[in-house]
């Protein structure tokens, strides 16, 4: 018989201003591999993630650990959660992207070109003359993913096999990664 999972969430539903905004039958993750959790803006990623850290507790469901029915504080004794937003300029997301460029001593119209492009491949082209500040996180996220270069904030942030942008380290094969 083999182990149960090391993380285990069963028929969890998070429920919140009369709707639901997350409803996830099962996820169940082995020791020692490398999950990542991508999908649209809203599609409940900090949610769950809330849940699975007990930040947050479930209006229905169970989290279990190794099998067994988890406390709040038996998860955070082996669990942490950094959820953050990025830190932006009061400008505009065009701008906000520009800026790394524009550090780096790249031309004026470069700059333009290159944080056009990387905005577009991101997805939030149609945010360009938006104020940073209106942002969603998600929307906030994927602009700082333009990084200072007018590309990928960094050189692990890359498209996997289902065309999400993933960041991860090079030791792990970002193709086996699921995306939820």
């Known amino acids: 018989m083999s182990p149960p999972p090391l993380l285990e969430l069963r028929d969890i539903v998070v429920e919140a201003g009369g709707r639901t905004i997350l409803d996830v039958p099962r996820i169940a993750l082995a020791p020692k591999h490398t ?4 999908g649209a ?20 469901g169970e989290v279990l650990l190794d099998g067994r029915a988890a406390t709040a504080a ?8 950094v959820l953050q937003r990025p830190l932006l300029r009061r400008a505009t997301v065009h701008e906000n992207a520009e800026t790394g460029l524009r550090f780096h001593r790249v031309p004026r119209p470069e ?5 056009s492009e990387w905005l577009d491949r991101l997805g939030v082209g149609h945010l360009t003359n938006r104020a940073a500040h209106t942002l969603s996180a998600g929307e906030a996220q994927r602009r700082t993913h333009t990084g200072p270069h007018g590309g990928p904030g960094g050189p692990d942030l890359r498209r996997n096999h289902h065309g999400c942008w993933t960041s991860c380290s090079t030791s792990h094969a970002p193709n086996t990664w699921p995306c939820w």
């Open 41 to 60: 803006n809203g599609a409940g990623k900090t949610t769950l993630l809330r849940v699975t850290g007990a930040l947050i507790r479930p209006t229905a």
């Open 111 to 115: 700059a333009r070109r290159r944080a």
């Open 74 to 81: 038996a998860i955070r004794r082996v669990s942490a959660a």
């Open 35 to 38: 999950t990542a959790v991508l």
